[in-house]
């Protein structure tokens, strides 16, 4: 048989290869395999593992047990608390609570080693209310509750110096003695929290969800989707001038003194917001000049109206505030004439727009130093009209524009 050298060539380089592979392989075998893990962990987690369950930790589940150890030992364990997640280079940062009512005595922590932390609990878990509760007065079988048995006026779940949060699916029962469902002071001001809660529910407590507590914590950049804060004093509730960025996407309040209260901060856009028998929607305090903007669309707000009727917005300060297709119902007009469903002061500016709107429409008060304070209609439908009921004082104004009452067109 007659080779060329072209052939000879091609033969003898794929022989060097081979060689070189095979000794070079004998000689250099390559890194060492990942470290083993303790056995006491290896059955709840390998190094690719992407969620532990606080059951695997010794939580119960049935409303009874103390399971404030054993959640936050997952926690802990999820996050970059423990050396051997270094070898790895990741860790699992998701924590899954299975149905269950898990009773708790103590803050839960989240810390700077848990940033990007997924807490979730069972699906459908978010969005009920009082009326899907047994007759026993226990949460509906089949959701992932939190149950507060500790101090009163204590927090279920504290979020400090960690970002990326995402919490889903979980039940926050305050039982009426917790003072807050979930307080979060993180990161410092200049940060960001891209922080995602969806589908919770905040029961019987005094606030639901607390931003920041010093002027110099961001605690902002928040996504809110399908939440619910029932029988709360406040429902969301922003303490500092850093609390910025916010969006409330499909979100309910029921039976709450006040929905949503910014004494500082803002940059917030709510879509689709529902209340019934809630007293104040929105309260804005102060504002500011990089902060004080506030949109909201196809807002809803209902109610029986025996016992009060509803105050959309309370404002002053630096409070720039839209609404667009606001749907304020008319339960409690006529009980309670004189409750307005704007009451603005110093500096707010208002714009209502597309709006159906009944009863006292507003009252609005002034300063001498500063803007005036304002509130302009546009394109809205009022049962009556406008103009009797909205007060102003000296430094204070309004206009409406393309405005329709009683089948007539009001302009001013």
Known sequence: ????????????????????????????????????????????????????????????????????????????????????????????????????????TAPLKLGPADTDMELCGAAGTGGWTDPAFDPSGEPPAGVSSLIWDGPKGGTMLQVVGSGGIKISDLAFLGEGKAGKGITINSPAAYGFGNGMFSRLTFSHMTDGIVCGTHSYICSGDISLLDTTFQNCHTGFLTLSDQNLDYLFLRC??????????????????????????VHTVVQIDHGGINAGTYCFDSMRVDGDGTNFRTVVLRAKGEANVNFTSLDLIISGVHRFPKVPAFILGPTANVSVNASMITGRVAVLTGAKKGPPTWIQFNNCRFRQNPLPQIKCDAYSGYALSNCIADYKMIHS
């Open 1 to 104: 048989m007659n080779i060329s050298n072209k052939q000879w060539a091609a033969l003898i380089g794929a022989l060097f290869v081979i060689f070189f592979s095979t000794t070079f392989l004998r000689t250099f075998p390559g890194p060492a395999p990942a470290p083993a893990l303790k056995s006491a962990t290896k059955a709840i987690a390998g190094p690719y593992s992407f969620a532990v369950s606080v059951r695997q930790f010794g939580a119960v589940g049935n409303g009874k047990h103390n399971d404030t150890a054993a959640i936050q030992s997952a926690i802990d364990f999820a996050g970059f608390h423990h050396s051997q997640w270094n070898a790895y280079g990741v860790a699992p940062e998701r924590v899954v609570f299975p149905p269950g009512h898990y009773r708790i």
């Open 252 to 277: 309910t309040a029921v039976a709450c003194d006040t929905a949503l209260h910014f004494y500082k901060g803002g940059s917030v856009d709510g879509q689709l917001f529902t209340t019934y028998n």
